[in-house]
Protein backbone atom coordinates (compact mmCIF):
# COMPACT_ATOMS: atom_id res chain seq x y z
CA UNK A 1 0.00 0.00 0.00
CA UNK A 2 1.53 3.41 -0.72
CA UNK A 3 2.77 5.85 1.69
CA UNK A 4 1.65 9.07 2.97
CA UNK A 5 5.18 10.12 1.30
CA UNK A 6 4.63 8.54 -1.85
CA UNK A 7 2.35 11.26 -2.55
CA UNK A 8 -1.27 9.69 -2.58
CA UNK A 9 -3.21 7.00 -0.27
CA UNK A 10 -6.03 4.90 -1.99
CA UNK A 11 -9.22 4.51 0.33
CA UNK A 12 -10.06 0.99 -0.26
CA UNK A 13 -13.61 1.21 0.72
CA UNK A 14 -14.97 4.32 -1.37
CA UNK A 15 -15.89 3.88 -5.42
CA UNK A 16 -13.82 5.84 -7.52
CA UNK A 17 -15.07 6.85 -11.20
CA UNK A 18 -12.67 3.61 -12.58
CA UNK A 19 -15.71 1.54 -10.81
CA UNK A 20 -18.22 3.17 -12.16
CA UNK A 21 -16.52 2.88 -15.72
CA UNK A 22 -15.53 -0.70 -15.23
CA UNK A 23 -19.48 -0.90 -14.25
CA UNK A 24 -20.53 1.01 -17.53
CA UNK A 25 -18.45 -1.31 -19.53
CA UNK A 26 -20.07 -4.60 -17.23
CA UNK A 27 -23.66 -3.10 -18.25
CA UNK A 28 -22.45 -2.83 -22.18
CA UNK A 29 -21.23 -6.21 -22.65
CA UNK A 30 -24.07 -7.49 -20.55
CA UNK A 31 -26.62 -6.28 -22.62
CA UNK A 32 -24.91 -6.57 -26.02
CA UNK A 33 -25.14 -10.39 -24.89
CA UNK A 34 -28.92 -9.84 -24.37
CA UNK A 35 -28.60 -10.96 -21.40
CA UNK A 36 -30.54 -9.57 -18.32
CA UNK A 37 -29.28 -8.34 -14.76
CA UNK A 38 -31.39 -11.32 -13.32
CA UNK A 39 -29.86 -14.31 -15.49
CA UNK A 40 -26.04 -12.70 -14.98
CA UNK A 41 -26.81 -12.53 -11.02
CA UNK A 42 -28.10 -15.71 -11.36
CA UNK A 43 -24.82 -17.31 -13.15
CA UNK A 44 -22.86 -15.17 -10.33
CA UNK A 45 -24.66 -16.28 -7.48
CA UNK A 46 -25.78 -13.25 -6.57
CA UNK A 47 -28.54 -11.00 -5.87
CA UNK A 48 -29.53 -9.17 -9.14
CA UNK A 49 -29.03 -5.54 -6.89
CA UNK A 50 -25.54 -6.55 -6.46
CA UNK A 51 -25.37 -6.47 -10.27
CA UNK A 52 -26.86 -3.35 -10.46
CA UNK A 53 -24.22 -1.84 -7.78
CA UNK A 54 -21.61 -3.03 -10.01
CA UNK A 55 -22.87 -1.88 -13.10
CA UNK A 56 -23.69 1.80 -11.15
CA UNK A 57 -19.86 1.77 -10.17
CA UNK A 58 -21.42 1.65 -6.65
CA UNK A 59 -19.75 -1.26 -5.48
CA UNK A 60 -16.21 -2.51 -6.63
CA UNK A 61 -15.63 -5.25 -8.85
CA UNK A 62 -13.05 -7.59 -7.18
CA UNK A 63 -10.21 -9.33 -8.83
CA UNK A 64 -11.49 -13.02 -8.74
CA UNK A 65 -15.32 -11.27 -9.55
CA UNK A 66 -13.97 -9.90 -12.86
CA UNK A 67 -12.19 -12.81 -13.56
CA UNK A 68 -15.53 -14.69 -13.39
CA UNK A 69 -17.33 -12.13 -15.40
CA UNK A 70 -14.38 -12.22 -18.00
CA UNK A 71 -15.38 -15.95 -18.38
CA UNK A 72 -19.18 -15.42 -18.46
CA UNK A 73 -19.23 -12.99 -20.52
CA UNK A 74 -16.53 -14.11 -22.75
CA UNK A 75 -14.13 -11.11 -22.79
CA UNK A 76 -10.58 -10.67 -21.83
CA UNK A 77 -10.15 -8.15 -18.57
CA UNK A 78 -8.69 -5.68 -20.28
CA UNK A 79 -11.95 -5.38 -21.96
CA UNK A 80 -13.37 -3.60 -18.46
CA UNK A 81 -10.56 -0.99 -19.32
CA UNK A 82 -10.33 -0.29 -22.75
CA UNK A 83 -10.59 3.22 -23.54
CA UNK A 84 -9.75 4.67 -19.52
CA UNK A 85 -6.23 6.35 -19.32
CA UNK A 86 -4.31 5.30 -16.41
CA UNK A 87 -0.81 7.05 -16.52
CA UNK A 88 -0.60 10.32 -14.54
CA UNK A 89 1.87 12.53 -15.79
CA UNK A 90 3.82 14.84 -14.09
CA UNK A 91 2.46 17.49 -11.95
CA UNK A 92 -1.25 15.79 -12.50
CA UNK A 93 -2.72 14.77 -8.78
CA UNK A 94 -4.63 11.92 -8.20
CA UNK A 95 -7.92 13.82 -8.26
CA UNK A 96 -7.61 15.85 -11.43
CA UNK A 97 -6.79 12.56 -13.36
CA UNK A 98 -9.64 10.88 -11.51
CA UNK A 99 -11.95 14.14 -12.32
CA UNK A 100 -11.67 13.61 -15.94
CA UNK A 101 -12.04 9.80 -16.03
CA UNK A 102 -15.54 10.27 -13.60
CA UNK A 103 -16.37 12.72 -16.45
CA UNK A 104 -15.55 10.18 -19.12
CA UNK A 105 -17.59 7.26 -17.48
CA UNK A 106 -20.54 9.73 -16.64
CA UNK A 107 -20.96 10.76 -20.20
CA UNK A 108 -20.76 6.88 -20.89
CA UNK A 109 -23.58 6.04 -18.54
CA UNK A 110 -25.89 8.50 -19.86
CA UNK A 111 -29.13 6.59 -21.00
CA UNK A 112 -28.43 5.93 -24.55
CA UNK A 113 -24.86 7.16 -24.96
CA UNK A 114 -23.42 3.77 -25.76
CA UNK A 115 -26.35 3.16 -28.30
CA UNK A 116 -25.81 6.16 -29.81
CA UNK A 117 -21.75 6.00 -30.00
CA UNK A 118 -21.96 2.93 -31.55
CA UNK A 119 -24.64 4.15 -34.35
CA UNK A 120 -21.63 7.03 -34.86
CA UNK A 121 -19.21 4.25 -35.24
CA UNK A 122 -21.25 2.79 -38.22
CA UNK A 123 -20.85 6.15 -40.15
CA UNK A 124 -18.51 5.68 -43.10
CA UNK A 125 -19.17 9.29 -44.18
CA UNK A 126 -16.79 12.04 -42.79
CA UNK A 127 -19.30 14.58 -43.52
CA UNK A 128 -22.63 12.47 -41.94
CA UNK A 129 -20.65 12.10 -38.97
CA UNK A 130 -19.78 16.13 -38.58
CA UNK A 131 -24.00 16.68 -39.70
CA UNK A 132 -24.99 14.05 -36.73
CA UNK A 133 -22.19 16.61 -34.18
CA UNK A 134 -23.81 19.16 -35.63
CA UNK A 135 -27.63 18.41 -35.38
CA UNK A 136 -26.24 17.23 -31.88
CA UNK A 137 -25.23 20.38 -30.69
CA UNK A 138 -28.03 22.44 -31.86
CA UNK A 139 -30.50 20.36 -30.34
CA UNK A 140 -28.56 20.18 -26.91
CA UNK A 141 -28.61 24.39 -27.04
CA UNK A 142 -32.71 24.19 -27.36
CA UNK A 143 -32.88 23.20 -24.02
Not at 32 to 49: C, N, T
Not at 75 to 89: A, N, T
Request: aromatic letters at 6%; hydrophobic letters at 40%; glycine letters at 8%.
Amino acid sequence: MPTPRQGFMINHRRSTSVDAYVGCRLKQRREDLGMSQERLAELLGLSFQQVQKYERGLNRVGASRLFQLCGLLGVEPSFFFDGLSVPLGPGVSESQSEAETLSTASLLAAPGALELLADYARLKSASQRKKVIELIKILADDD
